[in-house]
Structures are given as structure tokens and as C-alpha cells.
């Protein structure tokens, strides 16, 4: 079959670096004259690209891998590969392997890069193959993308995570640290507006600590830099650290024309005694030190979170710590999960692992209180006009969808299609996180 008719679909599990990266592997694909199908039974080569933070990503992904047996069987040529953090957990390659045999290519997260190479040579051999490196290379510049998230697009800044919280494998199937130069991440941003993106998001484990293995150069000055780029578009970046959040950054964001008045800077929790078993670095009162000084440069942030209920030793007390600096915050928006053990990480091994059903009603109450806290700010955006990045269309709710600056999602009807185009939305409804609105 001329690999012009050849189809490619990719499974994709985790957070915006995991989608990004499929749009890496993507690229590679689209290179070598493949086309995206929405069906894995039109494919002819399907990719999972997993994720292995919690517990039930994995699940999901071994359980979708194991059900394309039989479609391996009717289909012999059917390439089916699995990359991600998943594969990259010291021995999982060879465990994978053995659960499914019928698996092709199993690459691990610094292997990206070499898919094209593995998928070549796979095509001309009928053993598996299985690259997973140990150690994390150089960073590797010029891998093709196709990117599916227009107007928004993603821009790597640092590989990898030093911080080493006790709960999470990011740095053991990650790596340590790397920062991309300025150089190449200003001139894809420059590209990126050129070709019409009107909202750039930039990556990393820890963004704030971008240029600590550069010379003369932080995440404040590249937040400088990249504003200094000529275009209507805007200006994200994720995921913070609040022992890295500093006040040159800080007024960096301030200043800036470009930069979205929203923070996404993840406490995990309020206790002083779980916040050091987690060895997140910083205090309740370092964290809410910087969020006073976060709104005193500006005064209207929208500021959201990451919040995990149960983590081992977790008393009723501690978890009331975490309500109540919630309260104290007011966030406009949390990202709210149970701990979830994984095989590797210092908090697997810890003692007092809390009761399912205790997390399980914290976390309930944290969203009801959450939920609550996001219907009363939706309320002060009724009856005013604000300006929203046209994003995409809901089939169901027959609506144009988009966000503002402090990242509130609004839907508004228009007879024509406006995605990638800034308008203005006079707000008519609220609902719990979500606006509904009318096209001024």
C-alpha cells in the first residue's frame, strides 16, 4: 500500500505535554505520508502515548491495549506502538512486552525523538522493538509537529523536573532539568504567530525554573522577551512552583501586554506537616506570602491550583488546613485528586496510607466548596462585556466556545464561524465555571 493511503491514530493520556508530544509524534507521522483517521480500525498504525502519574491513567491504557488483540489479529500489518511516561518506569518495557506481545514498538520518553527511526526500521523486521533509554539525551530541535489545538498552541521551554516530591514519578521517567535556549523558543513562538495562533502556552515541569542551567537568563526574562513579539495573541504558561515564584517574575507577568492575568500555581495542600512529607519546599504561609504578593502587582489574577486529598498519614486536621487555605485563597479553579501510589516514589512506601473512602468523601467537600467558589465568581461577570478567544465549536450546546484572559470559558451562537478570532461577549447567564453570552 503506498503510505499515502496509510492512516495514522493516536491515543493520547495525561496533561497538555503529553498532548503536545502526540503532536510530535504526529509530525513524524504526517513526515513520512500518513493521515489521521478518528477509527482505529481504519488504522494502520496506532500510538499510545501514556501517562503514569496516577494510577488510573495506566489502568485505562493497559486495558485499551490489551482490547486491540483481536484487531491485531484480523489486521497483520497493523502497527500498534506505546510510548510515554508509562513505558519509561525502570522494567515496564520488558512487563509491557510480556502482558502483550502483539505490541510492536515500546519507546520510552527521551526516545521520541527516534520514532521515525523505529517505525522505519519495524517496517522492514517483524520483532518487537523496544527503546527505552535510561538517561535523557540533549534536546533535540526540529521535530516536525501537527499541531490539532488551533488557535492555541503549546511551546516546550524545560524537559524533565528536579524537585522530587515524594509522590510523584515525573523526574524518574522524565529526567532532570533541561532548559531549551531562548533562541530556539523565540523564534516558535515568532513562527507560531505568523502562522495565525493567537494564544501560546508555554511548557514545563516547573516553567519557573527555566534558564538554571542556561547562562544570563530566567523565566521572568523570557516571559519579557516573548511579549517583546509583535502580534494580537496571548500568553500562558505552565505549570508553576511556589518555591520558584518569585517577584522578578512576578512583575514580569504584570507588565506584560501579552501575558494572561491568570496562575496556575499548585499547593497540593494546606498542612505544614504534609506539604514537608510531600517535600513540596515551602510553607502554607510561604505559599500564601506569594499569593498576596501575586495580587498586589495585580490586583484582578485569576488564580487556579492542583490539590491532592489522602496523601499517606493525612489526618482530619491536616485535610482542614488545606479547606481552610482554600478559603483563605478563593481560587478560580482547582484541579482536585486522591493520592494515587506509585511503585518507586518515597510515598510508597510510607506508613498510614489513608482509607479509600475517607479520600473519597475530602475530596467531595473540597469540590462542593470549590464548585461554590467558582458559582459566586461566575455571578460578577454577569451583565459585563469581555473579551474571549474564540476557541472552538460544541456540537451538543450548538455554541461557539472560548476563554478570556483569566481563563473563564464562555459560549456564545454566532451565524459565522469565529474560531481563532478574538470577540467581544456581553455575559447574559452564568453557570458553575462557564458563561453563556450574546455577541456584542
Same mark, same amino acid.
Given at each position: 500500500?503506498?503510505?499515502?493511503?496509510?492512516?495514522?491514530? @493516536?491515543?493520547?493520556?495525561?496533561?497538555?505535554?503529553?498532548?503536545?508530544?502526540?503532536?510530535? *509524534?504526529?509530525?513524524?507521522?504526517?513526515?513520512?505520508?500518513?493521515?489521521?483517521?478518528?477509527?482505529?480500525?481504519?488504522?494502520?498504525?496506532? %500510538?499510545?502515548?501514556?501517562?503514569?502519574?496516577?494510577?488510573?491513567?495506566?489502568?485505562? +491504557?493497559? /486495558?485499551?491495549? &490489551?482490547?486491540?488483540?483481536?484487531?491485531?489479529?484480523?489486521?497483520?500489518?497493523? *502497527? *500498534?506502538?506505546? &510510548?510515554?511516561?508509562?513505558?519509561?518506569?525502570? &522494567?515496564?518495557?520488558?512487563?509491557?512486552?510480556?502482558?502483550?506481545?502483539?505490541v510492536d514498538i515500546i519507546f520510552g520518553t527521551h526516545n521520541l525523538e527516534r520514532f521515525k527511526e523505529l517505525l522505519e526500521k519495524k517496517?522492514?523486521?517483524?520483532? #518487537?522493538?523496544?527503546?527505552?533509554?535510561?538517561?535523557?539525551?540533549? @534536546?533535540?530541535?526540529?521535530?516536525?509537529?501537527?499541531?490539532?489545538?488551533?488557535?492555541?498552541?503549546?511551546?516546550?521551554?524545560?524537559?524533565g523536573c528536579n524537585n522530587f516530591c515524594t509522590y510523584c514519578i515525573v523526574p524518574y521517567v522524565r529526567g532532570r532539568e533541561r532548559s531549551?535556549?531562548?533562541?530556539?523558543?523565540?523564534?516558535?513562538?515568532?513562527?507560531?504567530v505568523k502562522q495565525g495562533y493567537k494564544e501560546i502556552t508555554l511548557l514545563g515541569q516547573n516553567v519557573n525554573s527555566y534558564g538554571k542551567?542556561?547562562?544570563?537568563?530566567?523565566?521572568?526574562?523570557?516571559?519579557?522577551? %516573548?511579549?517583546?513579539?509583535?502580534?494580537?495573541?496571548?500568553?500562558?504558561? $505552565?505549570?508553576?512552583?511556589?518555591?520558584?515564584? =518569585?517577584?522578578?517574575?512576578?512583575? +514580569?507577568?504584570?507588565?506584560?501586554?501579552? +501575558?494572561?492575568?491568570?496562575?496556575?500555581?499548585?499547593?497540593?495542600?494546606?498542612? =505544614?506537616?504534609?506539604?514537608?512529607?510531600?517535600?513540596?519546599?515551602?510553607?502554607?504561609?510561604?505559599?500564601?506570602?506569594?499569593?498576596?504578593?501575586?495580587?498586589?502587582?495585580?490586583?484582578?489574577?485569576?488564580?487556579?491550583?492542583?490539590?491532592?486529598?489522602?496523601?499517606?498519614?493525612?489526618?482530619?486536621?491536616?485535610?482542614?488546613?488545606? %479547606?481552610?487555605?482554600?478559603?483563605?485563597?478563593?481560587?478560580?479553579?482547582?484541579?482536585?485528586?486522591?493520592?494515587?501510589?506509585?511503585?518507586?516514589?518515597?510515598?510508597?512506601?510510607?506508613?498510614?496510607?489513608?482509607?479509600?473512602?475517607?479520600?473519597?468523601?475530602?475530596?467531595?467537600?473540597?469540590?462542593?466548596?470549590?464548585?461554590?467558589?467558582?458559582?459566586?465568581?461566575?455571578? #460578577?461577570?454577569?451583565?459585563?462585556?469581555?473579551?474571549?478567544?474564540?476557541? /472552538?465549536?460544541?456540537?451538543?450546546?450548538? $455554541?461557539?466556545?472560548?476563554?478570556?484572559?483569566?481563563?473563564?470559558?464562555?459560549?456564545?451562537?454566532?451565524?459565522?464561524?469565529?474560531?481563532?478570532?478574538?470577540?467581544?461577549?456581553?455575559?447574559?447567564?452564568?453557570?458553575?465555571?462557564?458563561? *453563556?453570552?450574546?455577541? %456584542?
Amino acid at each position: 500500500m503506498d503510505n499515502c493511503l496509510k492512516k495514522y491514530y @493516536i491515543i493520547t493520556y495525561g496533561c497538555q505535554m503529553n498532548l503536545h508530544e502526540s503532536e510530535k *509524534i504526529a509530525g513524524i507521522l504526517t513526515e513520512l505520508g500518513y493521515s489521521a483517521t478518528n477509527s482505529e480500525v481504519d488504522a494502520d498504525i496506532i %500510538v499510545f502515548n501514556t501517562c503514569c502519574i496516577r494510577e488510573n491513567a495506566e489502568d485505562r +491504557a493497559e /486495558g485499551n491495549i &490489551g482490547a486491540l488483540k483481536k484487531l491485531k489479529k484480523q489486521k497483520k500489518d497493523l *502497527i *500498534i506502538a506505546v &510510548g510515554g511516561c508509562m513505558t519509561q518506569q525502570p &522494567g515496564f518495557a520488558q512487563k509491557l512486552h510480556e502482558m502483550f506481545p502483539f505490541v510492536d514498538i515500546i519507546f520510552g520518553t527521551h526516545n521520541l525523538e527516534r520514532f521515525k527511526e523505529l517505525l522505519e526500521k519495524k517496517l522492514s523486521q517483524k520483532k #518487537t522493538l523496544i527503546a527505552v533509554d535510561e538517561k535523557e539525551g540533549e @534536546i533535540i530541535e526540529g521535530t516536525p509537529k501537527t499541531r490539532t489545538s488551533f488557535p492555541n498552541a503549546w511551546v516546550n521551554i524545560t524537559y524533565g523536573c528536579n524537585n522530587f516530591c515524594t509522590y510523584c514519578i515525573v523526574p524518574y521517567v522524565r529526567g532532570r532539568e533541561r532548559s531549551r535556549s531562548m533562541e530556539n523558543i523565540l523564534k516558535e513562538c515568532k513562527d507560531l504567530v505568523k502562522q495565525g495562533y493567537k494564544e501560546i502556552t508555554l511548557l514545563g515541569q516547573n516553567v519557573n525554573s527555566y534558564g538554571k542551567d542556561l547562562e544570563n537568563t530566567s523565566f521572568a526574562k523570557l516571559i519579557e522577551e %516573548v511579549s517583546k513579539i509583535e502580534g494580537d495573541f496571548r500568553l500562558r504558561f $505552565m505549570t508553576n512552583h511556589p518555591k520558584d515564584f =518569585n517577584e522578578d517574575l512576578i512583575r +514580569a507577568i504584570s507588565v506584560s501586554k501579552k +501575558a494572561c492575568k491568570t496562575v496556575h500555581l499548585p499547593v497540593q495542600a494546606g498542612s =505544614n506537616r504534609i506539604l514537608k512529607l510531600m517535600n513540596r519546599k515551602y510553607t502554607r504561609e510561604d505559599y500564601l506570602e506569594k499569593v498576596k504578593l501575586l495580587r498586589q502587582y495585580i490586583p484582578d489574577v485569576s488564580i487556579t491550583t492542583d490539590i491532592m486529598v489522602g496523601f499517606p498519614t493525612e489526618t482530619e486536621e491536616d485535610f482542614l488546613d488545606t %479547606v481552610d487555605l482554600v478559603k483563605q485563597v478563593g481560587f478560580a479553579g482547582a484541579f482536585t485528586f486522591i493520592y494515587s501510589k506509585r511503585d518507586g516514589t518515597p510515598a510508597a512506601k510510607m506508613d498510614g496510607q489513608v482509607d479509600e473512602e475517607i479520600s473519597k468523601t475530602r475530596i467531595m467537600k473540597l469540590i462542593d466548596l470549590q464548585n461554590e467558589t467558582n458559582r459566586k465568581q461566575s455571578e #460578577t461577570y454577569l451583565n459585563k462585556t469581555v473579551q474571549i478567544l474564540c476557541e /472552538g465549536f460544541d456540537d451538543k450546546k450548538g $455554541m461557539y466556545l472560548g476563554r478570556d484572559t483569566y481563563g473563564r470559558m464562555a459560549y456564545f451562537k454566532s451565524e459565522t464561524d469565529l474560531i481563532g478570532q478574538f470577540v467581544d461577549v456581553k455575559i447574559t447567564k452564568t453557570g458553575g465555571i462557564s458563561l *453563556i453570552g450574546e455577541l %456584542v
